[in-house]
């Protein structure tokens, strides 16, 4: 891979190894590291003498490409947990989401943000998607935050697969999205955006929201449920619909926002808009012998567990504080960042399976684990490096806290683990 990108084309004395060992470990405020941090760690950890200048030419277009390639591949080394035996009906259970964080001015240029939002600072987007039922990461991508979900969502068409369930964020689908992955034999899930306007199958006519809101409060209904076209022509698909009526004070703090928002733009809102966004209202193409429509949207709440991932990149592990360096410098710092991440990501899918298999019932804590993972950082550079040995290791770092790892049952909010046991183990 080093000598694929260029990083490695003639005898060096910067190892490629040596050089992502030193961007993983060596320290995790990327907001406070410097050049002289980095050639200490190479002096200290690997006898490597380097000059800051030396360092800094070595962060280029031919880093980036090989930090990229070994993130790749471990992306692309899956897991065989065998523990996926709930989700039979699925190839790929995919969410998928991103996270912008804030940039110095200077990358205003590669990284444009939205003008006056956020102080007009440059901004970078995380595209992250997983698969929920094997825990393997699927994609990561650095990408412009001005560039939309959407389209973000049509590169990734090419690599849906027969019987993948996708559940996204509404902000990510189109009707042409979802008519492709009806196409490939796949499922999705989703919330429905509230300007579609549906075609219940049964009348042959779009949705009434305001009848329908009288009829679900006449009846006391939990949810109302029915088959419906969506689209015109050739992007026109069927599929279920599913719709629950929201608390009278979540309907108000929705339109205030929405009124808002319309006066910024120099429209108001619509009664049969108003209507609408009386409740939450999910579309899937799953039938209802696989999923039962209050097992629909326990499942799509499962979506949660990205902003879980996100909130431990961020508030845990600070991947958001960065410094001003030259472009190159901050995304092979980040790479080599989400390369250490994902390398204990898969310790932690080890250490989840293990706790599910022993402890029916318990499943380990992305946020907790983290957090002892970064504590002991150090050790697992020695695992990586031959020099401890990764059942040592265990015994050391991982056997005498797992019961401190695991996750805790919080009042009323079921865990992810637990809404899948219930979905597919009634």
């Known amino acids: 891979m080093a000598r694929q990108s260029g990083f490695l084309q003639r005898k060096s004395k910067l190892k490629p190894e040596e050089f992502v060992d030193t961007l993983m470990f060596s320290g995790f405020n990327h907001n406070q590291l410097s050049l002289q941090e980095c050639c200490n760690d190479l002096a200290q950890q690997h006898g490597k003498s380097l000059s800051k200048v030396a360092l800094h030419k070595r962060f280029n277009s031919r880093s980036q490409d090989f930090l990229k390639s070994v993130l790749a591949a471990q992306i692309a080394s899956k897991l065989n947990l065998d523990q996926a035996n709930c989700w039979q009906s699925f190839g790929r259970v995919l969410i998928a989401d991103s996270s912008k964080f804030s940039l110095p001015e200077q990358y205003m240029e590669d990284y444009p943000g939205f003008g006056g939002c956020r102080g007009g600072s440059a901004l970078m987007n995380i595209q992250y998607a997983f698969d929920l039922k094997h825990g393997d990461w699927e994609n990561l991508e650095f990408t412009k935050a001005t560039q939309n979900d959407q389209s973000h969502s049509k590169k990734t068409l090419q690599h849906i697969c027969k019987g993948d369930l996708l559940i996204r964020d509404q902000g990510y689908i189109t009707q042409q999205y979802l008519s492709k992955v009806v196409q490939e034999h796949a499922f999705f899930l989703n919330r429905m955006p509230p300007k579609w306007k549906p075609v219940e199958i049964n009348t042959n006519k779009v949705i009434d929201w305001a009848a329908l ?40 703090e929705r339109i205030r926002k929405a009124q808002k928002q319309a006066k910024s733009y120099g429209f108001a809102l619509s009664d049969d808009y108003k209507e609408r966004c009386r409740f939450s209202v999910f579309i899937t193409n799953v039938g209802a012998e696989k999923l039962k429509a209050i097992d629909v949207v326990q499942l799509y709440r499962l979506r949660w567990q990205i902003e879980l991932v996100f909130k431990t990149w961020k508030s845990l592990l600070g991947i958001h504080q960065v410094k001003a360096v030259k472009k190159e410098r901050l995304e092979c710092q980040l790479i080599a960042r989400f390369i250490w991440i994902l390398i204990n990501w898969k310790i932690f899918q080890c250490i989840d399976s293990f706790i599910k298999s022993n402890s029916p019932g318990y499943a380990c804590s992305i946020w907790k684990f983290f957090k002892q993972a970064r504590q002991y950082s150090y050790a697992l550079r020695k695992v990586l490096a031959g020099n401890m040995n990764l059942s040592d290791w265990c015994e050391l770092f991982v056997y005498p806290i ?17 809404i899948v046991h219930d979905i597919f183990n009634p």
């Open 213 to 252: 809101y009288l009829q679900m409060e006449r009846g006391k209904d939990s949810h109302f449920e029915t088959m419906v076209t969506i689209g015109a022509g050739k992007d026109a698909f069927c599929c279920r619909l599913i719709a629950i009526v929201i608390p009278e004070q979540i309907w108000t």
């Open 402 to 418: 797992i019961k401190n790892l695991l996750v805790e049952h919080k009042k009323g909010k079921k865990p992810a683990y637990a």
